[in-house]
């Protein structure tokens, strides 16, 4: 994303967790997608009878069969969660299986979902902090509490002795997390598409009971618990996430509120997100958002949330924890962005560690084919959560650094750039500074601050190698001749490409153990990435008959990732504004096939993608989506056909479904 207050943001929650895959006819037929939304009309066929899982030889190897992108052909598969791909399965006495993959919601934002305890409640509500609803009263005659339209970071799980009321078979938990919403009831009247309310409201965060039927792995809604944030001081904007090595969700706040802004805009959105969340403007601290929040699930189906603050104060997008239960690579989704990582000082223990920011070597490419470029590291410091919160909460930014617009002509101020755009800055507090100014502090420690939306992360744990999600190459990363660093390049950071990319791609970084930082220290960890290629890239095109200016065959502005080991697959989400309709894909890192998976509906974005391998046998892909009808100028020739149908499936583009997809119970097992 751009600055928040001027970017329309595409991030489409689909929560795709385990729908029965049904056996294969033939694919990528438009009578054999299904959909959904509140409702499966599209499906070709129900699912047959669930019979007992029979025992199957071992599980040898995988691959999935895309589907065709949706088409004005069949203008009402634009318009909703669209699913025509399958996936073919080999095991190791040479038997194979073919299943068609599924789509089931377990709710659209604003629908009443069960409480637990005999009521209902509001999915994606918003609540201040006295865990007390926040009501959108822009039109008095209407009024409703506010929920989101972005679900975003996805968690699936289970807790050792889980007890909840209602679950029959397995309970299952899942954790999702709410983005913000994108505009209030009078914007909407009014036919304005802008997002009025982001970043206006505290992040809701909910966990989900859901019961497992061990016969077919299907997964049923039997509770909806709000996470209470107030012990958090609420959550900034929380987008992507991921589950740890020892089973809590890792959230993340994104855009970091910034100390220094001189945007009156920027100003009025802080003061708002406090009187929505304090019930006083006045009360808004930047410094206590920007950081890694982590959710543990009780075996009650509730939820508690602290806040890490010793991670570094960035644009926080998905994190991936390694399998040392220690060491921790972030995505940092800005302008001037790095690499950034976290040696926590015990396993399992975020609390305390040692910050790191990575400097890009020689031979920094986009092209796959290129040799890339070697990593060193180097360490902004040592702290604990509990010193840097206490910061936080006495230091004011005139205590941090001075920060200047124009050059003062004077040696004591350094120029940088930050969220691509010159500033001169003097450090005042110097551990205050790395950990709370960290972008600012990072590029004067001679960090490569030059990437442009460094999304999602994960890792492929046999090969050693860890994938980080560019949603576009432009700006800062874009060699600028003229010298005068437009968009932020800046040569000193060795990420520089000749031309942009606005298709973005995805990079994959080689991991390894006996590193030492740039001032000769050892690092304590295994798992550090090493080298830098580009796996893929997508392909910016002048555009086609349907809109789309990136390449549908390829990825555009890939963000959400995740790795399943037993697939050898690489899950990719599009937050694109360049494909008419974002996409789910898989890539198999072993034979390098792309398969579409899922079509988002149209104008929205694809977030909350979470593999799980095996939970109870089962096999799932979590995946939602965002803001549909979320309309841009690519959008213009279908607009008019596909807003009254977005609107019908979306409570008036107010809503955005959380579910699941997965494969046949009674075949996979993997």
Same mark, same amino acid.
């Given at each position: 994303?751009?600055?928040?207050?001027?970017?329309?943001?595409?991030?489409?929650?689909?929560?795709?967790?385990?729908?029965?895959?049904?056996?294969?006819?033939?694919?990528?037929?438009?009578?054999?997608?299904?959909?959904?939304?509140?409702?499966?009309?599209?499906?070709?066929?129900?699912?047959?009878?669930?019979?007992?899982?029979?025992?199957?030889?071992?599980?040898?190897?995988?691959?999935?069969?895309?589907?065709?992108?949706?088409?004005?052909?069949?203008?009402?598969?634009?318009?909703?969660?669209?699913?025509?791909?399958?996936?073919?399965?080999?095991?190791?006495?040479?038997?194979?299986?073919?299943?068609?993959?599924?789509?089931?919601?377990?709710?659209?934002?604003?629908?009443?979902?069960?409480?637990?305890?005999?009521?209902?409640?509001?999915?994606?509500?918003?609540?201040?902090?006295?865990?007390?609803?926040?009501?959108?009263?822009?039109?008095?005659?209407?009024?409703?509490?506010?929920?989101?339209?972005?679900?975003?970071?996805?968690?699936?799980?289970?807790?050792?002795?889980?007890?909840?009321?209602?679950?029959?078979?397995?309970?299952?938990?899942?954790?999702?997390?709410?983005?913000?919403?994108?505009?209030?009831?009078?914007?909407?009247?009014?036919?304005?598409?802008?997002?009025?309310?982001?970043?206006?409201?505290?992040?809701?965060?909910?966990?989900?009971?859901?019961?497992?039927?061990?016969?077919?792995?299907?997964?049923?809604?039997?509770?909806?618990?709000?996470?209470?944030?107030?012990?958090?001081?609420?959550?900034?904007?929380?987008?992507?996430?991921?589950?740890?090595?020892?089973?809590?969700?890792?959230?993340?706040?994104?855009?970091?509120?910034?100390?220094?802004?001189?945007?009156?805009?920027?100003?009025?959105?802080?003061?708002?997100?406090?009187?929505?969340?304090?019930?006083?403007?006045?009360?808004?601290?930047?410094?206590?958002?920007?950081?890694?929040?982590?959710?543990?699930?009780?075996?009650?189906?509730?939820?508690?949330?602290?806040?890490?603050?010793?991670?570094?104060?960035?644009?926080?997008?998905?994190?991936?924890?390694?399998?040392?239960?220690?060491?921790?690579?972030?995505?940092?989704?800005?302008?001037?962005?790095?690499?950034?990582?976290?040696?926590?000082?015990?396993?399992?223990?975020?609390?305390?560690?040692?910050?790191?920011?990575?400097?890009?070597?020689?031979?920094?490419?986009?092209?796959?084919?290129?040799?890339?470029?070697?990593?060193?590291?180097?360490?902004?410091?040592?702290?604990?959560?509990?010193?840097?919160?206490?910061?936080?909460?006495?230091?004011?930014?005139?205590?941090?650094?001075?920060?200047?617009?124009?050059?003062?002509?004077?040696?004591?101020?350094?120029?940088?750039?930050?969220?691509?755009?010159?500033?001169?800055?003097?450090?005042?507090?110097?551990?205050?500074?790395?950990?709370?100014?960290?972008?600012?502090?990072?590029?004067?420690?001679?960090?490569?601050?030059?990437?442009?939306?460094?999304?999602?992360?994960?890792?492929?744990?046999?090969?050693?190698?860890?994938?980080?999600?560019?949603?576009?190459?432009?700006?800062?990363?874009?060699?600028?001749?003229?010298?005068?660093?437009?968009?932020?390049?800046?040569?000193?950071?060795?990420?520089?490409?000749?031309?942009?990319?606005?298709?973005?791609?995805?990079?994959?970084?080689?991991?390894?153990?006996?590193?030492?930082?740039?001032?000769?220290?050892?690092?304590?960890?295994?798992?550090?990435?090493?080298?830098?290629?580009?796996?893929?890239?997508?392909?910016?095109?002048?555009?086609?008959?349907?809109?789309?200016?990136?390449?549908?065959?390829?990825?555009? #502005?890939? +963000?959400?990732?995740?790795?399943?080991?037993? $697939?050898? =697959?690489?899950?990719?989400? @599009?937050?694109? *504004?360049? &494909? /008419?309709?974002?996409?789910?894909?898989?890539? #198999?890192? +072993?034979?390098?096939?792309?398969?579409?998976? $899922?079509? =988002?509906?149209?104008?929205? @974005?694809?977030? *909350?993608? &979470? /593999?799980?391998?095996?939970?109870?046998?089962?096999?799932?892909?979590?995946?939602?989506?965002?803001?549909?009808?979320?309309?841009?100028?690519?959008?213009?020739?279908?607009?008019?056909?596909?807003?009254?149908?977005?609107?019908?499936?979306?409570?008036?583009?107010?809503?955005?479904?959380?579910?699941?997809?997965?494969?046949?119970?009674?075949?996979?097992?993997?």
């Amino acid at each position: 994303m751009a600055e928040p207050l001027d970017f329309s943001r595409r991030k489409a929650l689909k929560l795709i967790v385990g729908a029965p895959m049904l056996p294969l006819g033939g694919l990528a037929t438009a009578s054999m997608l299904s959909a959904c939304g509140g409702s499966n009309d599209l499906a070709a066929a129900p699912a047959a009878p669930a019979a007992p899982a029979a025992p199957v030889a071992n599980f040898s190897t995988a691959s999935f069969t895309g589907m065709p992108a949706p088409s004005l052909a069949n203008p009402a598969l634009m318009a909703t969660t669209t699913v025509g791909s399958g996936l073919a399965v080999s095991y190791a006495d040479g038997s194979k299986k073919a299943f068609r993959l599924a789509y089931q919601p377990f709710f659209v934002t604003g629908d009443m979902v069960p409480d637990g305890k005999g009521g209902k409640v509001l999915a994606g509500g918003y609540f201040d902090i006295n865990n007390q609803p926040i009501y959108d009263d822009s039109v008095p005659a209407k009024r409703r509490q506010f929920f989101s339209d972005s679900p975003d970071g996805t968690s699936l799980l289970k807790i050792d002795g889980a007890k909840v009321a209602g679950v029959k078979g397995n309970a299952v938990f899942a954790v999702v997390q709410f983005e913000y919403t994108t505009r209030d009831q009078k914007t909407d009247d009014a036919g304005l598409n802008t997002n009025n309310m982001y970043g206006r409201l505290p992040s809701p965060i909910a966990v989900l009971t859901l019961d497992q039927d061990p016969a077919t792995g299907k997964l049923a809604l039997v509770k909806y618990h709000n996470v209470d944030t107030s012990g958090a001081n609420g959550l900034w904007i929380t987008c992507g996430a991921s589950l740890s090595p020892w089973n809590t969700h890792l959230s993340s706040e994104e855009y970091e509120p910034d100390t220094y802004t001189t945007s009156s805009g920027n100003k009025e959105q802080y003061a708002a997100f406090a009187q929505n969340l304090y019930g006083d403007a006045s009360k808004f601290n930047p410094y206590l958002y920007g950081h890694l929040p982590e959710v543990t699930v009780n075996p009650d189906g509730t939820g508690t949330i602290r806040k890490h603050y010793c991670l570094g104060r960035i644009s926080h997008e998905l994190v991936q924890v390694m399998p040392d239960n220690r060491t921790v690579l972030m995505g940092d989704d800005a302008t001037n962005s790095g690499l950034f990582m976290f040696v926590a000082d015990k396993e399992k223990d975020l609390s305390a560690g040692t910050l790191y920011v990575a400097k890009v070597g020689a031979g920094f490419s986009i092209d796959p084919n290129a040799a890339g470029a070697d990593l060193a590291w180097i360490k902004l410091g040592h702290a604990t959560s509990d010193e840097i919160e206490a910061m936080a909460r006495s230091l004011k930014p005139a205590d941090v650094m001075d920060v200047k617009w124009t050059d003062p002509a004077d040696s004591s101020y350094t120029k940088i750039f930050a969220d691509g755009k010159p500033q001169w800055v003097k450090v005042l507090n110097d551990k205050a500074a790395r950990f709370l100014e960290t972008h600012r502090y990072a590029f004067l420690a001679g960090g490569s601050m030059g990437f442009t939306k460094l999304e999602g992360t994960t890792v492929n744990i046999k090969d050693k190698i860890a994938y980080s999600a560019l949603q576009n190459i432009q700006g800062s990363m874009v060699k600028d001749p003229t010298g005068k660093n437009v968009g932020g390049w800046n040569a000193g950071s060795n990420i520089s490409v000749d031309k942009a990319l606005l298709a973005g791609g995805v990079m994959q970084h080689k991991l390894g153990g006996a590193q030492r930082d740039l001032d000769g220290a050892a690092i304590n960890s295994d798992w550090v990435p090493v080298h830098t290629k580009a796996l893929l890239v997508g392909k910016d095109i002048a555009g086609d008959a349907l809109g789309n200016t990136g390449d549908p065959e390829r990825v555009a #502005n890939p +963000d959400n990732l995740k790795f399943s080991e037993k $697939l050898r =697959t690489l899950f990719i989400g @599009e937050d694109s *504004g360049q &494909h /008419v309709n974002n996409f789910l894909w898989a890539y #198999n890192v +072993d034979t390098g096939q792309l398969a579409r998976l $899922l079509s =988002t509906p149209v104008g929205a @974005e694809a977030t *909350g993608l &979470h /593999v799980v391998d095996d939970l109870n046998g089962w096999t799932y892909i979590m995946s939602n989506f965002q803001h549909a009808g979320d309309w841009g100028d690519i959008h213009k020739d279908v607009k008019g056909t596909l807003e009254p149908l977005v609107r019908t499936n979306y409570k008036d583009r107010f809503g955005a479904a959380v579910g699941y997809l997965t494969g046949d119970p009674a075949a996979i097992k993997l």
